[in-house]
């Protein structure tokens, strides 16, 4: 077993550079999709800065100056925030995230229970992908293996609509 001491910390040696660079795709990859989300997030809080302003000047040309003060505040806010979005980094942006989640934890939680049934609701109402097993499988296929759902496992395969259904 010794004899293979030289050979094993080769591999050995191999194996912890190639787990890097793999670590390291991955952190770039995750940070690329992150600021294109960002970017495009930026570019959508802008317009809505727009539209702000143009409001705003709707109401001044109704002579309506308290909701024309207020569209200007939201979209002086929505613009800052629409620049803070494009002039921080990741890291400086979870920074803040952590500073701001332990001044004020009660809100953070509750921002963070807000976006959690946010996203839910998103990818629920997203339409669903066939996956390469359902795609594979024919209706006259033979396989033993059945790929449509059981009503015992989906509760919502019946055909009577869930009372979350009807409440939306």
Known sequence: MNDQGPHHE???????????EVKDAAREQAESAFYSQ??????????????????????DRQDQPFCSEQARKLADHTE???????????RTLCRDAE????????????????AGFLVTRFLRS????????TTAASPTSTSPISTAPTSAATPAAS?????HDQLL
């Open 10 to 20: 080769t591999l050995k040696q191999k194996g912890q550079h190639s787990a890097e």
């Open 38 to 59: 960002c970017d495009n997030a930026a570019k959508h809080t802008h317009t809505f800065g727009t539209v702000l302003k143009n409001a705003a000047d709707e109401f």
């Open 80 to 90: 800052r925030f629409s620049q803070h979005l494009r002039d921080k980094d990741l």
């Open 159 to 163: 055909s009577e609509p869930s009372r």
């Open 99 to 114: 500073e701001y989640g332990r001044r004020e934890p009660a809100l953070f939680i509750g921002g963070a229970i807000a």
């Open 126 to 133: 997203s339409p669903a992908k066939p996956s390469a097993s």
